[in-house]
């Protein structure tokens, strides 16, 4: 076994790998960019390493920065994490010249899956299912358009060195293959230096359904079941389950057996991902497709970790070292159900625009997780369990992927493993950035999303107009009114206890006018009671002022809500949703009648800039008649082109910005007649 | 019940009708609460105790002899907020327009002089439509009874303005010499001249919203200090504010219980600096987690935010702060920020409140706007109020801290009782490139570069004023709320006092 290796990735996934090589006896070292120099990876790790400033490109990625610490620290092996360099060959095959292990598949094997042309050939000589679609060089947009034809429209147009869901682009008809096809390419060679793109039939109700893979260099090869990952917004995966509740045993053998095959046609080893494409339009199970091999591990493991209680990340290196996998595919069962939530800096009340910063609040609902070596201690705590690389007071870059953590809950069974990833969610608290709790909160809420009744396009589907924060029950905002109307009470009390005070203390007032969500609810506080409207509200909750998260219990049910103060009544986040709640006492809210309601100014005439980032390009000038839905401007920021579209038709009337230009969130791009 | 005393109740309820029921539904109608309503909301219940309701006009011109209304257009008294005293008046838009008579005018004076009196702080909701004309010369003298008071009692009782209806002519110099003023958007304005003698004058065409609207004094102008959405906001933040404020300049500042440790650490502080000079942060954010819960109570937010401004609390006492907001113009000091921060740090020095500073600031801003606006008498304000303040003052320098803006704020030699820094300060005379090309004028680019290097070695950090003992200790910054409240723990008893003197001559 080795006796140090050296990961060369950052974030959570290098935390991820430290802790099971800290369990296994290994000593790590992190190697780190002037962005990442304080770290918890590097706090973690037994040694760490600065290889270079802070773009990617200039650290990360040079394989020659990660061998040199390799030299300097006596590291005998790397493991890649995922992205970087976790599939590129020359990376491992310079980690060969030098000698130091991989802690990842054979170079052959990643050459063979590396490129999607290649592996789809692959593929289907090793007998698994494929898409429809051309295998081959496309010459032109014209070449493009007339192979879309042929296969039959809608088509998926895909960076053949793609990845992560980018440079991939979906073409209904032939006007969309003329618009995108360039961009494809460009986005092909601008990401990965490799403008090659394929096209392929688009599969209606796809569901996005993955197998693990984990074999040794003795020739055993296995699957550890599957991973359904089919919502995914712009094909990034945001929640990922383990088993699928579309997957049949037979299904799921079918499926495991032809991956298998393939990973044995191209002498696999170490841990590797089949995706497939599944059609949940047939219920029989058949139809699914092969998409791609990731010939390392994912972001999304760990629930195939808690159902399996494999540590996967541990096999790997096992492997790397050489040994044999102590387990034979009959070993490999499932128990219990696991989702994973990928918490993202983005906002998804802002469209989802990338949403980078400090952290200026970060409290995970626990600290981390520890891997005690057993197999339930790859569920976290109590079936929680935290895999994230940031800290109170770090950085969200703009260099790096926007995922801040991984929330893992298991279950026995999936709608356990659904609540408590509510129950985590509502106390998970970020501040400084817009970030994805609330979204992913109303996914785990949402009744398709229970029914299993899954496909690729559930977030479009289910918020087509965006996202405004999960619908919240009758019950949930009279609990909200009671638990508004305590916090109330308790800060009225407080204010109470000044010095100075001409008589005696006053007590606070007791009845309240709470409103919430545009509904009023008229609540009582005496003694330990709660009434709101008159009816009783089996409440049972502490706070002392200044508390951010509160645990309320309402009905014999745990409601974890963030409170934020704010004029006139509090800020309550909880299930998946922020309410403004105003908190009146009732002498004063009788009053309330009178306000006038002040609708604010109509801001669609502007183009608002929805984030930081550079201008790239304004496609309009003063004067110009737009249509709904026109491209106006492209904004970029994180790496990601961002298309401005116009609201509704008209006349640009002034142009405040210009191509070039940094913008400040809510800069005003251009304003319409 | 006895006849006598049922004429009182009947003189009671005619004295709360104000100017009827058709007047209430018309100030109703414009989304503003009645003078007793906004007493109702802004006092804890049961607590006003009205006096002078049955006070009259004395006037018998223009017919108005016929035409007297009980309470004369002002509700006067005094209850509590929170338990504690205050002596309020509310102008009554439905009697007269609330327009000020002598006998109006005499009411206020009266509470004033109560709390001048027994010390308690005066606030006062303004709805009024100017002096009462009819009246004429009565009037205006009636005002000047109320303005001589408001300058007596600056600095003796907290007054606070609302603004929730007109205000404007000469009625504007009342408020204006209070301690803070807030007003209620779309309802409330403040002007010397209106919209329709601006037009006849200058010829300019204006609306009352932009000549004088809350959001005109909330931001361009400084007047107002806070704009709020309607009545009821305003008042329920006027009662959260009052929580801050002192009873008086002698009583000391209020106190209550708190749960927030005064030793909390607050590890994301030691890296909110970030590692480039030029990149800004939120300097609230250090605020937040140095006062108690959080919770900071911020003047002028849209005016002059290259500054901030406000009350907070540690260990449950108020305190004022003042900080450089980096990410407003680099926290640059000019003619605005520095008058809004002069003004607030004379508040603080005037009640006894502590003052805690944060800095991180690059200079005065330069250019001729700033010059030809009189930065110099301006920021002389500033260095001024922060050089006779006695109360409490502790400095916490971030980052820069270059040439004379590093003096004026509240610096060791401006008796600053604990200066520290954070290890990321720099305290210098101006920034190192600056400095370079004055010091080695004429030197090539690279030779520039590399003595520019050499300036910030020597000097981009905090020891060298710390060996002068400029700084009193270069501290965690994780561990500032720690030292923040032992070192006012430690102030409680500081006694200093300027020389007698009339008064001083602050360049206004």
Same mark, same amino acid.
């Given at each position: ?230 919502i995914?917004r712009?094909?990034?995966?945001v929640v ?99 989702i994973e939530n990928r918490v993202y800096?983005e906002d998804p009340y802002r469209?989802f ?11 995970p609902p ?18 929680v ?19 801040i953590a991984?929330l893992?809950t ?5 709608d356990?493993a659904a609540d408590r990833q509510i129950a985590a969610l509502d106390a998970f608290e970020i501040e400084?950035?817009g970030h994805n709790i609330d979204f992913v909160s109303a996914i785990m809420q949402h009744p398709r999303f229970r ?7 559930f977030i479009?589907?289910e918020y087509?107009e965006g996202f405004h924060g999960a619908p919240a029950s009758a019950e949930l905002q009279?609990a909200l009114?009671?638990i ?32 919430v969500g ?31 998260l509160v645990e309320a219990?309402v009905?014999?049910d745990v409601l974890g809500v963030k409170v934020k ?6 800020q309550l986040t909880t299930r998946g949703a922020i309410h403004q709640v ?92 | ?286 605020? *937040? #987690?140095?006062?108690? $819960?959080?919770? +900071? ?7 002059? %935010? &290259? ?124 920034? *190192? #490139?600056?400095?370079? $090309?004055?010091? +080695? ?7 520039? %570069? &590399? ?58």
């Amino acid at each position: 076994m080795f006796k140090k290796i050296l990961i060369a990735n950052r974030g959570e996934i290098a935390c991820r790998v430290i802790k099971t090589a800290r369990r296994m006896g290994i000593a790590t070292v992190a190697v780190y960019s002037d962005a990442d120099a304080l770290a918890p990876f590097v706090q973690m790790a037994d040694e760490a390493v600065h290889i270079g400033p802070a773009p990617a490109a200039q650290s990360y990625l040079i394989p020659e920065k990660i061998i040199a610490a390799c030299k300097a620290t006596g590291a005998q092996a790397v493991h890649p994490g995922y992205g970087f360099l976790s599939e590129r060959t020359s990376f491992a095959e310079a980690l060969a010249a030098e000698n130091i292990a991989f802690i990842g598949p054979p170079v052959g094997a990643i050459a063979a899956m590396g490129d999607k042309i290649e592996s789809k050939k692959l593929a289907k000589a090793a007998g698994v299912n494929v898409v429809p679609g051309y295998v081959g060089e496309i010459d032109d947009t014209d070449h493009a358009v007339r192979i879309a034809g042929e296969i039959g429209y809608p088509v998926m147009m895909k960076a053949s060195a793609g990845g992560g869901g980018k440079g991939m682009r979906l073409a209904f008809s032939e006007k969309d293959v003329r618009e995108g096809f360039e961009s494809v390419k460009r986005e092909g060679l601008n990401s990965f230096g490799d403008d090659r793109v394929f096209i392929e039939k688009f599969i209606e109700n796809p569901r996005h359904i993955e197998i693990q893979i984990l074999g040794d260099q003795h020739g055993t090869i296995l699957y550890l079941n599957e991973r359904e990952c089919s919502i995914q917004r712009r094909h990034q995966k945001v929640v990922e389950e383990a088993p699928s509740p579309f997957v049949s045993p037979e299904m799921r053998k079918a499926m495991g057996e032809q991956c298998v095959a393939l990973a044995r046609a191209v002498g696999y080893y170490s841990a590797g991902t089949v995706e497939l494409i599944v059609s949940g339009a047939d219920k029989t199970g058949q139809s699914f497709y092969f998409l791609e091999m990731n010939t390392r591990l994912q972001v999304e493991h760990p629930v195939t970790e808690a159902i399996t209680g494999i540590d996967l990340v541990e096999q790997m290196i096992r492997v790397a070292a050489g040994e044999k996998l102590a387990m034979t595919q009959d070993d490999i069962g499932i128990d219990g159900w696991a989702i994973e939530n990928r918490v993202y800096a983005e906002d998804p009340y802002r469209g989802f625009l990338p949403s980078t910063g400090r952290l200026v609040r970060y409290r995970p609902p626990l600290a981390g997780w520890t891997d005690d070596g057993q197999a339930n201690g790859r569920r976290g705590v109590d079936g929680v369990r935290v895999d994230d690389g940031v800290y109170e007071g770090g950085e969200v870059s703009m260099f790096y992927d926007p995922m801040i953590a991984k929330l893992v809950t298991w279950g026995q069974t999936r709608d356990e493993a659904a609540d408590r990833q509510i129950a985590a969610l509502d106390a998970f608290e970020i501040e400084g950035l817009g970030h994805n709790i609330d979204f992913v909160s109303a996914i785990m809420q949402h009744p398709r999303f229970r029914s299993g009744e899954l496909t690729t396009g559930f977030i479009a589907e289910e918020y087509p107009e965006g996202f405004h924060g999960a619908p919240a029950s009758a019950e949930l905002q009279r609990a909200l009114a009671g638990i508004a109307a305590f916090l109330a009470t308790a800060r009225a009390d407080r204010a109470r206890r000044v010095d100075g005070q001409l008589g005696k203390r006053l007590r606070p007032p007791s009845q309240w006018s709470v409103l919430v969500g545009g509904q009023t609810f008229a609540v009582e506080l005496a003694g330990d009671e709660v009434t709101v409207d008159g009816a009783l509200l089996d409440l049972a909750m502490e706070y002392t002022p200044g508390d951010s998260l509160v645990e309320a219990e309402v009905d014999g049910d745990v409601l974890g809500v963030k409170v934020k103060p704010t004029r006139g009544g509090f800020q309550l986040t909880t299930r998946g949703a922020i309410h403004q709640v105003q908190v009146l006492p009732a002498r004063v809210a009788a009053y309330r009648a009178h306000m006038i309601e002040k609708i604010p100014p109509d801001l669609s005439r502007f183009l608002i800039c929805p984030m930081p980032g550079l201008l790239v390009s304004l496609n309009v000038a003063e004067g110009d008649s737009v249509e709904a839905g026109q491209p106006l401007a492209v904004v970029e920021a994180m790496k990601m082109e961002n298309i401005l579209r116009a609201e509704k038709s008209g006349t640009v009337k002034t142009v405040h910005a210009k191509a070039g230009e940094s913008l400040a969130v809510d800069a005003i791009i251009l304003e319409m007649e | 019940m006895s006849a006598n005393i049922a004429e009182m109740e009947r003189r009671r309820a005619a004295a709360r009708l104000g100017g009827g029921q058709r007047r209430i539904d018309a100030q109703h109608a414009k989304g503003k609460l009645t003078a007793r309503e906004r007493l109702d909301v802004l006092l804890d219940e049961d607590s006003f105790e009205e006096i002078d309701a049955y006070v009259e006009h004395n006037c018998v011109d223009f017919g108005m002899a016929e035409n007297r209304i009980p309470g004369d257009g002002v509700v006067t008294g005094s209850g509590t907020i929170n338990g504690r005293l205050v002596f309020v008046f509310s102008q009554d838009f439905t009697v007269f327009g609330g327009a000020v008579s002598e006998r109006h005018a005499m009411k206020i004076c009266k509470i004033m002089d109560m709390a001048m009196k027994v010390g308690a702080p005066v606030i006062g909701l303004n709805d009024s439509g100017g002096a009462r004309i009819q009246e004429g010369v009565a009037s205006l003298g009636g005002y000047a009874e109320i303005f001589q008071r408001n300058v007596l009692a600056s600095g003796v009782v907290p007054q606070l303005s609302l603004i929730m209806g007109p205000c404007a002519g000469g009625a504007v110099y009342s408020p204006a010499m209070t301690d803070f003023i807030f007003m209620v958007k779309d309802s409330s304005y403040m002007f010397v001249t209106g919209p329709d003698v601006v037009k006849t004058v200058t010829n300019e065409i204006v609306t009352q919203e932009e000549l004088g609207g809350a959001v005109t004094h909330s931001t361009k102008t400084s007047v107002a200090d806070l704009a709020l959405e309607n009545d009821i906001e305003a008042l329920l933040t006027a009662r959260e504010f009052f929580d801050y404020l002192p009873l008086t300049n002698r009583s000391g500042v209020p106190e209550r219980p708190t749960s927030d440790p005064w030793d909390r650490l607050e590890e994301s502080l030691d890296t909110l600096v970030p590692a480039s000079p030029t990149q800004p942060y939120d300097m609230h954010e250090v605020i *937040a #987690k140095v006062v108690d $819960e959080g919770e +900071f109570f911020e003047i002028q937010p849209g005016h002059a %935010a &290259n500054i901030i401004c406000g009350f907070g609390r540690v260990e449950g006492r108020t305190v004022g702060v003042v900080a450089n907001q980096p990410l407003v113009l680099a926290g640059v000091l000019d003619i605005n920020s520095s008058k809004k921060a002069a003004r607030f740090v004379r508040f603080c020095d005037a009640f006894d409140i502590p003052i805690i500073t944060f800095v991180d600031v690059p200079g005065f801003l330069p250019g001729t706007a700033q010059e030809l606006g009189g930065i110099i008498k301006h920021g002389a304000k500033l260095l001024f109020a922060y050089g006779e303040a006695t109360v409490p003052k502790i400095t916490v320098i971030t980052r820069k801290a270059y040439g004379g803006a590093y003096d004026v704020m509240a610096s060791k030699h401006l008796r600053g009782d604990l200066n520290y820094a954070w290890p990321t300060a720099e305290i210098a005379v101006m920034g *190192a #490139k600056g400095a370079v $090309e004055i010091i +080695f004028r004429g030197l090539g680019t690279e030779e520039i %570069a &590399n003595r520019t290097k050499e300036y910030e070695d020597r000097f981009a950090n905090p020891f060298v004023a710390a060996a002068k003992g400029f700084v009193d200790e270069v501290i965690h910054p994780h561990s500032t709320r720690r030292r923040i409240a032992l070192g006012l723990r430690k102030l409680r008893g500081k006694a200093l006092e300027n020389p007698w003197k009339k008064h001083d001559n602050i360049p206004l």
